[in-house]
């Protein structure tokens, strides 16, 4: 399972740390990523890890704000969101990515095979 948290309500440049806890599965067998849903829209990529090969990928429009990182310990994933906009508001998932499907399919949500229940990010202007 994974149970993401973190999500909160923040002022417009402000900063959160989401987590995704992860049990019954380690994280470093499957690539790990982070998608959001805003009200009214599909759900879109965010950010993914791929442990075996030292990547990272970011949506263009959180790259250089956006870091995600994994503690294999802790068998968690992290997000650290920083300079954060409005348009950053959304229902932020955690899912993960069997090694068996291709490293090239990032974005597509259908790619990804197990999801947690999202956390809210709020961002006030």
């Known amino acids: 399972q994974l149970q993401a948290s973190g999500g909160g309500l923040v002022q417009a440049g402000g900063s959160l740390r989401l987590s995704c806890a992860v049990s019954g599965r380690s994280i470093t067998n499957y690539r790990m990523g982070w998608f959001r849903q805003a009200p009214g829209k599909e759900r879109e990529f965010v950010a993914r890890?791929?442990?075996?090969?030292?990547?990272?990928n970011y949506a263009a429009s959180v790259k250089l704000r956006f870091t995600i990182s994994g503690d294999n310990a802790k068998n968690a994933v992290y997000l650290q969101m920083n300079s954060l906009k409005p348009e950053d508001t959304a229902v932020y998932y955690c899912?993960?990515?069997?090694?068996?499907?291709?490293?090239?399919?990032?974005?597509?949500?259908?790619?990804?095979?197990?999801w947690g229940q999202g956390t809210l990010v709020t961002v006030s202007s």
């Open positions: 899912a993960t990515q069997p090694l068996w499907r291709s490293s090239l399919q990032v974005t597509s949500v259908g790619y990804y095979d197990y």
């Open positions: 890890i791929n442990w075996s090969a030292g990547v990272t």
